[in-house]
T-cell receptor, first 112, second 114 residues
Framework: EDKVVQSPLSLVVHEGDTVTLNCSYEVTNFRSLLWYKQEKKAPTFLFMLTSSGIEKKSGRLSSILDKKELFSILNITATQTGDSAVYLCAVGPGAGSYQLTFGKGTKLSVIP | DGGITQSPKYLFRKEGQNVTLSCEQNLNHDAMYWYRQDPGQGLRLIYYSQIVNDFQKGDIAEGYSVSREKKESFPLTVTSAQKNPTAFYLC?????????????FGPGTRLLVL
C-alpha cells in the first residue's frame, strides 16, 4: 500500500524563524512529489520534484528530494504570519496512473 | 479567467437524502478528481476520471457516485449509503499527458448532515 508520512504534524514558530517540514514516502511507481499549501480552502501548488538532489526555490521557500532515501524536505526561511497554513505532501502515481497519495499534512502556525 | 469552480460552498444533507456537488473546470484538463478531507487527515481519493465517459474508483468510493459526460464537468453524488458524509470535498484537475501531473484544486464544498 502506498504511504506518505509527514512530520511534524504541527509546529508553532515565531516570525523570522526558519522551519523544515519533512515528507517520507513509499510508493510502487514513483513519478513525482508535490508540495501544496492549504490555508482555509483549496490547496495551492508550491513545487513538483522529480529528480533527486535538485533544489526548487521560490522566494523564501525551497524544497529538495532524495530518491534514494525516499524523502523530501520543505524549507521556509524568515517565516511570516502569512506562512501559517497546512502544508501537504503528495506523491504520484498511486494505484492508478494519475493518482496522488497525500500525507496528513503539517500544520504550521507562525506567531508574531 | 481559467480555473476550477465548485458549488455550493456549503451543503446540508438530511438523513437518507442524495446530494450532488458540482465541479467545473475551463482549463481544458483531461483528468479530474474528487477528494474528501476530514479534520487532521490528508486528502483521500474518492473517484477520478482520465477522459470523458470513463472514471475509476479511488480509495474510498463506497457511498459515492460520479459521472463524466463532458470534459469540463465532474459532478459527485453523495448517496444515502454514505453513512458519515460530513467532510470537506475538494475537486481537482490535471493535464492528462506530458511530464506534469500537477493537480489544481477548486475552492471546496463543505457538506454537513442535519
Amino acid at each position: 500500500e502506498d504511504k506518505v508520512v509527514q512530520s511534524p504534524l504541527s509546529l508553532v514558530v515565531h516570525e523570522g524563524d526558519t522551519v523544515t517540514l519533512n515528507c517520507s514516502y513509499e510508493v510502487t511507481n514513483f513519478r513525482s512529489l508535490l508540495w501544496y499549501k492549504q490555508e482555509k480552502k483549496a490547496p495551492t501548488f508550491l513545487f513538483m520534484l522529480t529528480s533527486s538532489g535538485i533544489e526548487k526555490k521560490s522566494g523564501r521557500l525551497s524544497s529538495i528530494l532524495d530518491k534514494k532515501e525516499l524523502f523530501s524536505i520543505l524549507n521556509i526561511t524568515a517565516t511570516q504570519t502569512g506562512d501559517s497554513a497546512v502544508y501537504l505532501c503528495a506523491v504520484g502515481p498511486g494505484a492508478g496512473s494519475y493518482q496522488l497519495t497525500f500525507g496528513k499534512g503539517t500544520k504550521l502556525s507562525v506567531i508574531p | 479567467d481559467g480555473g476550477i469552480t465548485q458549488s455550493p460552498k456549503y451543503l446540508f444533507r438530511k438523513e437518507g437524502q442524495n446530494v450532488t456537488l458540482s465541479c467545473e473546470q475551463n482549463l481544458n484538463h483531461d483528468a479530474m478528481y474528487w477528494y474528501r478531507q476530514d479534520p487532521g487527515q490528508g486528502l483521500r481519493l474518492i473517484y477520478y476520471s482520465q477522459i470523458v465517459n470513463d472514471f475509476q474508483k479511488g480509495d474510498i468510493a463506497e457511498g459515492y457516485s460520479v459521472s463524466r459526460e463532458k470534459k469540463e464537468s465532474f459532478p459527485l453524488t453523495v448517496t444515502s449509503a454514505q453513512k458519515n458524509p460530513t467532510a470537506f470535498y475538494l475537486c481537482a484537475s490535471s493535464i492528462g499527458t506530458g511530464p506534469s501531473r500537477t493537480q489544481y484544486f477548486g475552492p471546496g464544498t463543505r457538506l454537513l448532515v442535519l
